[in-house]
Every structure is written in structure tokens, then in C-alpha cells.
């Protein structure tokens, strides 16, 4: 696993650093400024309050900004989706051909072409109930204050960091919901090819 990311680290570095390189040497005099509106008598100010931000930048430096964002992004999921395979696989698995009794699964699962080769059964510990109460507490709270901002005169930075923490926090809660409390099935199946 510490071989995969090394290599995703790399290739993450040799897509920005000829972007970083471009927009060193494009300097702050390019003329593709994009203008970000301030100022008193404006309903929206992304440079207000929260983090002191410029009031232009250059397209350079924004597909930078993006393309970290992306990758980001991606690395969050990738993180999500081991956390849920190591978590789902911590219990004792039961394996049908030596005469476990599964309990009830889908009919569709097993079929005269796939077959269950283990069945992970949901651990549901009090620990998991935490991590969901947590994660649905923060849900909440940030649901309310978002609505707060977008219903407000005052549209800032705050906006976007709760839509952030808002959308982060729900798909937190969907991953510990799938992770502890549904049973991680693994299924063969034969193929034509």
C-alpha cells in the first residue's frame, strides 16, 4: 500500500509541477486577472473575514488551486474506500461451504452462477454508534448554518467552508453507517470470458 501511494504522489507531482513552474514564471503582471468584486456595497465578498484572501489571481495559480483540490478530493475517497475494506473485514468471517449458516441474504447473491465465498457480519459497536451520532450531530449543526449564511444578507467564505464541512460530514456519516453496520459479503461468479 506504501508502494501505491508513493506512486500516486509522484504522479501528482509531475502534473503540477510544470503548472507550478508556469505560474512562477507568468509572475502577477499576466493579463488574465480574474477580478473578485469587494467592497462595502456588495451582497458577495469571498475575500471577506474568514481567510485574507487577494482581490485577483491569476488563471495560473487558479487551475493550480483546482487541480489540488482535485486530487484532494480523490485522496479523501481513497481513504474512505480503505477505512470501509479494513473496517467491513474486521470480524470473523463465515464462509457457507463449511457449513455456517449465513443469515438471510438476498436471493439474487446466489444463483446457479455466483456464489457467497465469505460473509462479514456487521460489527455494530458502541463505537460505530458514536462515529454515526457524531457525524450526524455535525450534519445537522452545519445544515443550520448553512441555511443561516444562505438565508443572511452576508455572503462570505463562510458559505462555502459550511457547504464543505456539510457535504464532508453526510458522506461521513453514509461511510460509517456502510462500514459498521452492514455486512461485508464477498461473491464469485463465473464468467463467459
Do not use: K
Not at 99 to 119: C, K, W
Amino acid at each position: 500500500m506504501r508502494r501505491e501511494t508513493a506512486i500516486i504522489l509522484v504522479l501528482i507531482g509531475i502534473v503540477l509541477m510544470p503548472m507550478w513552474g508556469i505560474a512562477i514564471a507568468s509572475g502577477g503582471n499576466s493579463f488574465h486577472e480574474i477580478p473578485l468584486q469587494s467592497g462595502e456595497d456588495v451582497s458577495l465578498a469571498p475575500t471577506g473575514q474568514f481567510v485574507t484572501m487577494p482581490t485577483e489571481i491569476s488563471v495560473y495559480a487558479a487551475g493550480i488551486v483546482s487541480w489540488i483540490a482535485l486530487f484532494a478530493l480523490v485522496g479523501l475517497l481513497y481513504a474512505q474506500v480503505r477505512y470501509a475494506h479494513n473496517v467491513g473485514r474486521r470480524t470473523e468471517p463465515l464462509f457457507p461451504e463449511q457449513g455456517d449458516s449465513l443469515p438471510y441474504v438476498p436471493n439474487f447473491l446466489q444463483t446457479a452462477h455466483r456464489r457467497i465465498i465469505a460473509y462479514y457480519p456487521a460489527d455494530a459497536s458502541l463505537r460505530a454508534v458514536w462515529l454515526m451520532g457524531l457525524f450526524t450531530f455535525l450534519s445537522a449543526v452545519f445544515a443550520v448554518l448553512f441555511a443561516g449564511e444562505v438565508m443572511g444578507l452576508s455572503r462570505n467564505q463562510f458559505l462555502g467552508f459550511y457547504g464543505a464541512i456539510l457535504a464532508l460530514s453526510l458522506s461521513e456519516t453514509v461511510l460509517m453507517y456502510y462500514t459498521h453496520f452492514m455486512p461485508t459479503i464477498e461473491v464469485a461468479e463465473e464468467r463467459d470470458h
